[in-house]
């Protein structure tokens, strides 16, 4: 197998009192509704939480608050 994808939703994110362009990005493994049954059962569980110091990276999650997302684990290669 030469990569793991699971599914995740945006589920919050909050801006730091120290340092306003920081954000803090929560997310969550998709278990919930009728088209995740079968992807809930195989997907990978947890939680994925980023500390985020690029702006625009950060607006992509916070655009996409409450929505699902893919992540794709792979190894990264020693040039990346």
Request: aromatic share 10%.
């Amino acid at each position: 197998m030469s990569a793991v994808q699971a599914r995740f939703y945006v589920a919050g994110y909050e801006r730091t009192s120290w340092d306003p362009s920081v954000t803090i990005v929560k997310m969550q493994a998709v278990s919930r509704g009728e088209h995740n049954k079968n992807w809930a059962a195989a997907t990978p569980s947890g939680q994925i939480q980023m500390t985020i110091r690029n702006e625009s990276a950060a607006g992509w999650f916070v655009d996409r608050l409450g929505k699902e997302v893919s992540v794709t684990f792979r190894q990264a290669e020693d040039d990346e």
